[in-house]
């Protein structure tokens, strides 16, 4: 199957500053791939459907200006969650869509905020 | 809306013995239904989908649009078996998936 790789694996960083989280997809040019957050102990929520060359959607209830998505290539999309509080703390996963049919998931990168 | 219900949040079960995890899905139309496994410290990966109808380490999962349900089986657990399982809905092809909760399995020795 695809490999979708994130970067980093995990993060720790001060309350109002920005974290960028990058998804790759090594073997699969990804025109979509998704952004989850995952809470401890629960499911994944999508958060937004990332576009190669458009703009990305956002799930209701999930903040563009906060989490900004930009999908520049089909192998990289990349997630800021700008000026970061801890309630943002989370494991953010990414996905590609390969084939149209098949998600396949990253590592995840876990936030903590202080 | 599509929405996923996984009705147990934890699941033991002795080794050897049957488990069948449960998967009730509402949407109104034709849906293709995942199951996706997650090992301890490890990535979300696709464990099986209906429309291949396969078996992956032993375990199925029919369709039953009747009872909208998309249970997980397997007639003998191994200890392996122990991980988070979701299951997940995608209502139109290229869409995105919807997840249940996620049910815990905890196979002992």
């Known amino acids: 199957g695809a490999v979708v790789s994130q970067h980093p694996s995990r993060v720790i960083c001060k309350s109002g500053t920005s974290v960028k989280i990058e998804c790759r997809s090594l073997?699969?040019?990804?025109?979509?791939m998704f952004w989850y957050r995952q809470f401890p102990k629960q499911s994944l929520m999508l958060m937004a459907t990332?576009?190669?060359?458009?703009?990305?959607?956002?799930e209701q209830g999930v903040e563009k200006d906060k989490f900004l998505i930009n999908h520049a290539s089909l192998t990289l999309s990349t997630l800021t969650v700008t000026s970061a509080h801890p309630e943002d703390s989370s494991f953010y996963i990414c996905?590609?869509?390969?084939?149209?049919?098949?998600?396949?998931f990253g590592p995840g990168t876990r936030l903590l905020v202080l | 809306a599509q929405r996923v219900t996984q009705p147990e949040k934890l699941l033991s079960v002795f080794k050897g013995a049957p488990v069948e995890l449960k998967c009730n899905y509402s949407?109104?139309?034709?849906?293709?239904l995942f199951w996706y496994v997650q090992y301890s410290r490890q990535r979300l990966q696709l464990l099986l989908r209906?429309?291949s109808r396969e078996s992956i380490k032993g375990f199925t999962a029919d369709l039953n649009k009747g009872e909208t349900s998309f249970h997980l089986k397997k007639p003998f657990a191994q200890e392996e078996d122990s991980a988070m399982y979701y299951c997940?809905?995608?209502?139109?092809?290229?869409?995105?998936?919807?997840f249940g909760e996620g049910t815990q399995l905890t196979v002992n020795p």
């Open positions: 990332s576009n190669e060359g458009s703009k990305a959607t956002y």
């Open positions: 996905s590609n869509l390969a084939g149209g049919e098949t998600q396949y």
């Open positions: 209906h429309i």
């Open positions: 949407y109104s139309g034709s849906p293709e």
């Open positions: 073997d699969f040019q990804a025109t979509t």
């Open positions: 997940a809905l995608k209502f139109a092809s290229g869409s995105r998936l919807t």
